[in-house]
């Protein structure tokens, strides 16, 4: 699977804090999406995460310490946490586009 890339001219909206396996919000560990006009980045701090494209669950991405997979808009994703990891999620968006409210840029964010 060819990885996808953030496209150029985006920029950084928000920097989550850095979560850990205790602290990363249960909605990460199952199917949600980043918002529309949004582009994310899971960046990785410390161990390993596997990322997993809901379109493309038998391609798992092993992603270790120093590693990103980048997050196209509405495009279905989880990330599973077998070992200590630490990570935090980038955001971008086009100039053009609305600045997303905090927290509301992935439904991943939220403790459902």
Do not use: C
């Not at 999406?33 to 410390?46: E, K, Y």
């Amino acid at each position: 699977m060819e990885l996808p890339q953030l496209p150029d001219g985006l920029e950084l909206v928000r920097t989550t804090d850095v979560f850990n396996n205790s602290t990363a919000p249960s909605g990460l560990r199952k199917a949600h999406r980043v918002a529309d006009g949004v582009w994310g980045r899971l960046v990785i701090h410390s161990g390993d995460v596997v990322f997993v494209f809901e379109d493309a669950p038998d391609e798992p991405i092993a992603v270790g310490a120093g590693g990103s997979v980048v997050i196209p808009p509405a495009r279905y994703h989880h990330v599973d946490l077998d070992g200590p990891a630490t990570f935090a999620v980038e955001f971008y968006r086009a100039p053009q586009d609305a600045v997303p409210t905090p927290g509301e840029e992935s439904t991943g964010l939220r403790n459902d």
